[in-house]
């Protein structure tokens, strides 16, 4: 029996790969890839709680529908961006990108 | 258990890779077993919307602008790996351990029951994608509204920024 727990467990370890992924990794697109991981943990948990509480309804599936939404036009701008920047300097790794630096 | 095993595995997989096309197929099997995790949750609506976006849309996107970007990269990311000093990875790592703790401590606060009868009554209620839609554009409708300006922003945001790219090119 799966119980809210389980998927809770499940949710955590997948938002803390993502979050060691944007952590360690220094390759602009695989952080994104990360990104997506801690957005599908957080789409898990919306529909675990959505179908397991007490009183089940639809609430969370309606949010997670959201956030597949955003997570799309976020790929879409940030891709665009990383394009960008590759041809303006040449790179993406996030550690050679020092334009801000002072 | 088999579902959430690929999820991990490949999850695992997609930080790990040294090559960004093994990550984006990696992560395409962790999308796919999350959406195998929503049909078992009665999530049908999800798990198609997840295989058509994820799978259809976002990895598309991902590969071609690897396959754009990356080419030439390979060589320098390897020389550029070795360069990662060890504090930083260590650093990372504790941190995540540290938030992992901090995720891990809100556990045993209160159970919840999984209860069959209130799904018996949301399909009574005239199946997943109708009761969705029914929650969507009853109580959410300034949402899906805001959500569809979003994407019409971020469409013209990506045109305007090649637009932009290509008069600096000039």
């Keep these: ?102 | 258990m088999l579902l959430a095993a690929v999820t991990v595995l490949g999850a695992i997989g997609v930080i790990t890779r040294k090559n960004p096309v093994h990550s984006a197929l990696l992560l395409i099997a962790t999308l796919m077993s999350v959406a195998g995790i929503y049909v078992l949750l009665e999530a049908e609506f999800l798990a198609a919307v997840q295989v058509l976006v994820y799978a259809g849309g976002v990895m598309v996107l991902f590969l071609f602008v690897i396959m754009l970007v990356d080419l030439e990269q390979r060589g320098k990311d390897a020389g550029a790996r070795k360069k990662l000093s060890r504090g930083a990875v260590a650093g990372g790592i504790v941190l995540t351990l540290v938030f992992l703790c901090v995720l891990l401590s809100t556990f045993g606060m209160e159970p919840l029951g999984a209860s069959a009868a209130g799904s018996e009554a949301l399909r009574a209620g005239g199946g997943n994608l109708g009761s969705i839609a029914l929650v969507m554009f009853r109580y959410y409708l300034l949402p899906f509204e805001l959500a569809s300006v979003l994407l019409l922003v971020a469409m013209v945001g990506g045109d305007r920024s090649r637009a932009l790219q290509a008069v600096r090119d000039r």
Excluded at chain 1, 13 to 39: D, P
Excluded at chain 1, 44 to 67: C, D, H, K, W, Y
């Design chain 1, 1 to 102: 029996m799966i119980t809210a727990d389980h998927l809770l467990y499940l949710s955590i370890i997948l938002f803390s790969i993502g979050v060691l992924g944007v952590l360690t990794r220094r390759n602009a697109i695989i952080i994104f890839m990360s990104i997506e991981l801690m957005l599908n943990a957080a789409n898990l948990n919306f529909v675990a709680f959505s179908r397991l509480s007490r009183a089940p309804e639809l609430t969370g599936q309606t949010f997670a529908t959201f956030i597949i939404c955003v997570a799309a036009g976020e790929v879409a701008i940030g891709l665009a961006i990383i394009i960008a920047l590759f041809r303006n300097k040449e790179t993406v790794q996030v550690d050679e990108l020092n334009l801000l630096r002072w």
